[in-house]
């Protein structure tokens, strides 16, 4: 999908969002369905064909998804159930809590044991690695459907550039506006306390992933010195990573991603440890699954919104005052718009 704005991190730019869409079809006629963000379209191939080996293991069974889980798990030991692999299983887990709640007629929010309530939403659309002056031209634009805070990547050459980015941003910003910035791992445990100290008096909402994301000794120490809260999480593989972050007291707000804890199945889990440790949890990408695992989710913070999807959703999701509410339909409300599929189809 060609983005509205390039996504520029410390680790690369991003200038169309690769999407593999899943479709989960069962005997009974019940589709479930999910898309996954591959950052480059080779990582969309190569997940695709660890569907197809998953659906030959596992065709005909019942829509389990722990049942599932376990099997498949089994049948990709030897090369271990992590990475694209792990990405392939957690696909497949939300495609399988989809169908169910179809099934059921509910929202996944309800099938889940929850209500649909509104989460407050960020705008993580723009505002990439890029000079003051292109960042501005941004700014307003991302607050259209009332969005109270925005997002902006960090990690400029010198802690001079990054003041200039925060800055501009916070001047063409009202001041209720708040701004979460995200380093993507580019700093050292050094550096990051020597701009994390230097950005304190800029009112960031939060620090996203500075060092290397599971440094966990180097986080605790960012986190135990800085007065900026720190955010990580968008790394973690599966909740044991999670529960040792946690365990190390390794940042104050966490953030899984939804493909990366492990599905529907991983995000609960999570949910309970982020719940039993008192710490907000934010969501990673996938907004239109995502905000119906936070409305379950107790410690519930942020949703991070991106629109790169939406062009091929029959029907897009919309943010209202800043907030994105799982809308009223059975199962997680993803369905395609096949016209527009067609038109962006990768070959």
């Known amino acids: 999908m060609p983005m509205k704005w390039p996504l520029g991190t410390s680790a690369e730019t991003i200038r169309a969002a690769p999407l593999l869409l899943i479709d989960l079809e069962t005997e009974e006629g019940v589709t479930g369905r999910t898309y996954l963000f591959c950052y480059m379209p080779m990582g969309a191939a190569v997940v695709a064909r660890v569907l197809g080996e998953a659906l030959a293991a596992i065709k005909g069974e ?42 059921a007629g509910k929202p996944l929010a309800e099938f889940l044991g929850g209500k649909r309530e509104a989460i407050p939403a960020y705008n993580s659309g723009g505002l990439g690695l890029m000079p003051p ?21 960090l ?7 990054d003041l200039a980015a925060v800055r501009a941003v916070r001047k063409r910003l009202p001041d209720e ?10 700093l050292t445990v050094e550096e990051a306390l020597k701009r994390g100290h230097s950005l304190e008096s800029e009112g960031l909402a939060w620090i996203e992933e500075p060092i290397e994301h599971d440094d966990y000794a180097g986080c605790v120490r960012i986190a135990r010195e800085l007065a900026t809260p720190i955010q990580i999480g968008e790394n ?9 972050a946690l365990a190390a007291k390794a940042a104050d707000y966490m953030m899984p991603d939804l493909m990366r804890i492990g599905g529907v199945t991983g995000w609960m889990r999570a949910a309970s440890l982020a719940a ?18 936070l409305a379950v989710t107790a410690t519930a913070h942020w949703v991070e919104y991106v629109d790169w999807a939406s062009a091929i959703l029959a029907e897009p999701f919309k943010v209202v005052n800043g907030e ?6 059975a199962g997680s409300g993803v369905s395609w718009n096949e016209e527009a599929i067609a038109r962006y189809r990768m070959e």
């Open 62 to 103: 019942r829509v389990d998804p722990a049942g599932l889980s376990a099997k498949l798990r089994r049948h990709f030991r030897l090369i271990a159930a992590s990475g694209v692999v792990g990405l392939a299983l957690a696909a497949l887990d939300v495609a399988c809590w989809d169908a169910m709640a179809i099934a």
């Open 155 to 161: 990690g400029h050459v010198t802690l001079a550039g």
């Open 236 to 244: 973690f593989g599966g909740p044991n990573a999670m529960a040792a």
């Open 177 to 186: 506006i708040a701004i979460m910035a995200d380093y993507n791992q580019a």
């Open 133 to 153: 002056e292109e960042l501005v031209d941004q700014v307003e634009a991302l607050l259209e459907g009332g969005f109270r805070a925005v997002k902006l990547r």
């Open 276 to 293: 039993a440790a008192e710490v907000p949890l934010s969501s990673h990408l996938l907004p239109e699954v995502s905000a119906s695992l």
């Open 324 to 329: 994105v509410t799982p809308p009223d339909v």
